[in-house]
């Protein structure tokens, strides 16, 4: 079976921090591109970060630069969200997504809605005092 998974959610006060983790199995992550969306409270599901399948490129959302840091781990089929000085504004469902793509240092940032490969079933994120 072909999944993701995420874990590493939780509750956290304004000005903490969060490691997001991302496991996939059944398929190696090798040529996939992973990206990171959240879902903050009515609102609609957002693109945060994504990392090429060689991990050499990174991209972030501006609300997230310099805050966040996306990784990946390819030998243990992991990818990682570490979220530093987390705001309240960061608060959501945060889903890791695996794309397909050949080329080793691609990824982009996509709008949710067109989006494909692999989604995860989220990992619930709190910011609050």
């Known amino acids: 079976q072909l999944q993701l998974v995420e874990s590493g959610g939780g509750l956290v006060q304004p000005g903490g921090s969060l490691r997001l983790s991302c496991a996939a199995s059944g398929f190696t992550l090798h040529y996939y591109a992973v990206s990171w969306f959240r879902q903050a409270p009515g609102k609609e599901r957002e693109g945060v970060s994504c990392?090429?399948?060689?991990?050499?490129?990174?991209k972030y959302e501006d609300s997230v630069k310099g805050r966040f840091t996306i990784s990946r781990d390819n030998n243990n089929n992991m990818a990682y969200l570490q979220m530093n000085s987390l705001i309240p504004e960061d608060t959501g469902v945060y889903y890791c997504v695996a794309d397909f793509d050949p080329l080793p240092d691609m990824c982009t940032i996509q709008r949710a809605e067109g989006q494909t490969g692999y989604w995860g079933q989220g990992t619930r994120v709190t910011v609050s005092s």
């Open positions: 990392i090429s399948y060689s991990g050499r490129t990174a």
